[in-house]
């Protein structure tokens, strides 16, 4: 089993930055992709980005168009760790924010695909 635990969630003013860090149990961390995604009341979850496994070349990134230049995803598999870092926030990007683990790296823009999640971490962007 796999439990992550996401932090780093708060108040920030429009225009600022914020970063969001997802720790994971065991040392397989680096087997899975892990995703992003948020939830804001009353929507559905959506996604916003995904970092693969480190591989030869590098890890794969993918991120939705609404956050593409403004957030970044790193890992730190020695830490057992994944991070999103937030700049130049909107209040659209209020939303609790999940982090989660797939054991593979296909429909990563899909919730159904992951297997492990977090709890959340709420992200409130004030205008």
């Known amino acids: 089993q796999v439990q992550l635990v996401e932090s780093g969630g708060g108040l920030v003013q429009a225009g600022g930055s914020l970063r969001l860090s997802c720790a994971a149990s065991?040392?397989?961390?680096?087997?899975?992709?892990m995703g992003w995604f948020r939830q804001a009341p009353g929507k559905e979850r959506e996604f916003v980005g995904v970092?693969?496994?480190?591989?030869?070349?590098?890890?794969?990134?993918y991120y939705a168009d609404s956050v593409k230049g403004r957030f970044t995803i790193s890992r730190d598999n020695a830490k057992n760790t994944v991070y999103l870092q937030m700049n130049s926030l909107k209040p659209e990007d209020t939303a609790v924010y999940y982090c989660?683990?797939?054991?593979?790296?296909?429909?990563?823009?899909?919730?159904?695909?992951?297997?492990?999640w977090g709890q959340g971490t709420q992200v409130t962007v004030s205008s």
């Open positions: 065991g040392r397989t961390f680096s087997s899975y992709a």
């Open positions: 970092i693969g496994r480190i591989g030869r070349s590098g890890a794969n990134l």
């Open positions: 989660a683990a797939d054991s593979g790296f296909r429909d990563y823009d899909s919730p159904s695909s992951y297997d492990y």
